[in-house]
T-cell receptor, first 113, second 114 residues
Framework: DSGVTQTPKHLITATGQRVTLRCSPR?????VYWYQQSLDQGLQFLIQ???????AKGNILERFSAQQFPDLHSELNLSSLELGDSALYFC????????????FGQGTRLTVV | TQLLEQSPQFLSIQEGENLTVYCNSS?????LQWYRQEPGEGPVLLVT?????EVKKLKRLTFQFGDARKDSSLHITAAQPGDTGLYLC??????????????FGKGTKLSVKP
């Protein structure tokens, strides 16, 4: 158990819908990262938050947004969903940046039908 | 273009064999990490290498970081079925002194048959 909790574990929804994925980091970790993993693209960095502030952005679509709350949990919002958004979405947390060890959650498997 | 190229993509071997997985790039990395991921789980960090030429050992696993910090390898001795999984290398690119974010290779899917 990495100490990072992601909910839900599975999500099936229709095209055009909006979903929210939730991540609770390990106790004491200030950084939260979101990654998307698909079969053909591998793990793609989406966005990083540090202590409530956005720190870095990767290949995140405009239809996607995220935030980190005062209690440090984070949510990833995906809207106007398309079939191609079907993937595993991982959250990871670390004490600070990537120079400190990061721990991944078990992921949320999103299926858009 | 994938910044980190892993090879081979797939590897199926018998228990007891040795194997090496490679992670190559034309970019310099501040550090390189190796993860192992099992189906339905998140990646689990195995090791981080920071210094060019560094070699780290973790039981039967040996990790090496290239002298120029552009490549890395993972060698497994006497593979066991429990080593089966997806091995991912990941690196923090060094953009002229400033660091980027952790990027991943596509992984090597290893299957060790008893």
């Amino acid at each position: 158990d990495s100490g990072v909790t992601q909910t839900p574990k599975h999500l099936i929804t229709a095209t055009g819908q909006r979903v929210t994925l939730r991540c609770s980091p390990r106790s004491g970790d200030l950084s939260v990262y979101w990654y998307q993993q698909s079969l053909d693209q591998g793990l793609q960095f989406l966005i990083q938050y540090y202590n409530g502030e956005e720190r870095a952005k990767g290949n995140i679509l405009e239809r996607f947004s995220a935030q980190q709350f005062p209690d440090l949990h984070s949510e990833l919002n995906l809207s106007s969903l398309e079939l191609g958004d079907s993937a595993l979405y991982f959250c990871a947390s670390s004490v600070e940046g990537w120079d400190t060890e990061a721990f991944f959650g078990q992921g949320t498997r999103l299926t858009v039908v | 273009t994938q910044l980190l190229e892993q090879s081979p993509q797939f590897l199926s071997i018998q228990e007891g064999e040795n194997l090496t997985v490679y992670c190559n790039s034309s970019s310099v990395f501040s550090s390189l990490q190796w993860y192992r991921q099992e189906p339905g789980e998140g990646p689990v960090l195995l090791v981080t290498v920071v210094t060019g030429g560094e070699v780290k050992k973790l039981k039967r696993l040996t990790f090496q970081f290239g002298d120029a910090r552009k490549d890395s390898s993972l060698h497994i001795t006497a593979a066991q079925p429990g080593d089966t999984g997806l091995y991912l290398c990941a690196g923090v690119p060094n953009y002229g002194g400033s660091q980027g974010n952790l990027i991943f290779g596509k992984g090597t899917k290893l299957s060790v048959k008893p």
